[in-house]
């Protein structure tokens, strides 16, 4: 294997971020080529096990690995280079989506541009949950955890935590633990609490300095998103039921058209999916006092979300094959995958209720509590229109960027009529 220079790490850092379309796997596939197959940065097998270990942490899995590439060439210093560089590009063109969002999204030709979006956000959703499905429910164990997580989330409303941690305990604890070979890097207490205590304190003080100087609502916008970023297991789809029942349900930030919206503009843009949270907390900080709450709103969510994963990487680097050998995590994360797939399940009702229904009731039944849809409000136009994105996407396979640049545009010319 070569090293590069900074120089060279971060040009190649660049690119990566701002060719980074396509969601995870695509994201990974570009890594793996540019670092492994083109450069020999890496080898195969560091390759997969960071993968590995970056798979078992909260957080976007792709800027995880992404960090921890560049931590592996150049320490702490090109961690941080190859990290931001990933997320950079991507908040940059969200800045603007969320933005321009705000000040024309609710122009009637824009309106019905985005009914398009919103069908084709629905078939994103449902491909995601088709994709996960296949590597996660592979046992009868797995289908019952899935079951169980959309009935927990569906029908009961149970946080999303409670249930990614459900999963967890009983993947972990229901398997028997081996020996493990691989030996982890050898690495002082002190340098671990070192560690922590500087990465811990540069994610966690400004947020706590945000509650000293009386800012009520970036205090609310960070500490959520900072939550958020703890449970983030699973990639960006399974945790958008529960911050789409924050947001909107709970604070009352944006109304459930703009989360959609945001989801199907984050879904154009290069780097993580999560990104979203960007786009949620610009949208909510514009609703609340416009431009300049929007972006302190967006700078925040950024934070919150981003800083702990070189704080989670700069931790566990040094022990990655030992983390990545252990049977009990690997069990742990395939139960929290499995949950995973309930809970995109969820997410997929959801979304479609709201998309194809003009209006949807919440209605409680003893101790369940589910949306129900008015049919007086169905709406046929947007039914097509998602059966037409899923021919698109699932039966053509075209590109999701070419599949929702169609929709919108065909949703626009349908609204003039």
Known sequence: MSTPSLAELTRVSARIGILSFGGPAAQIALMHKELVE?????DEQSFLRALSLCM????????????????????????????????????AIILALALGYAAYGQLPLVQGVFVGIKATV??????????????ALTSRAAWVIAGLAFLGIFAFSLPFPLIIAAAAFWGYFSTKS????????QQSVLKNLLTIVIWGSLWLVPLALLAVFDQTFLTQIGLFFAKLAVVTFGGAYAVLAYMTQTVVADFGWISTSEMIDALGLAETTPGPLILVTEFVALLAGFNQGGTGLALAAGAVALWATFMPCFLWIFLAGPYLDQIAARPRLSAALQSITAAVVGVILNLSVWFALHVLFETVHPAKFGPFSMPVPD????????AGLMAFAAVLLLRLRWGLGRVLAIMGMLAGAISFV
């Open 56 to 91: 078992l942490l909260p957080g976007p899995e792709a800027m995880q690995l992404a960090t921890y590439a560049g931590w592996r060439l150049h320490g702490v210093i090109g961690g941080l280079i190859a990290g931001l560089l990933f997320v950079l590009p991507g908040a």
């Open 375 to 382: 049919i007086a409000t169905f709406q046929p136009i947007a």
């Open 122 to 135: 629905i078939v994103i959703v449902l491909q995601a949950l088709l994709k996960v499905s296949r590597k």
């Open 178 to 185: 081996q020996s493990v070979a691989a030996q982890p890097e």
């Open 38 to 42: 083109d450069r020999d940065w890496l």
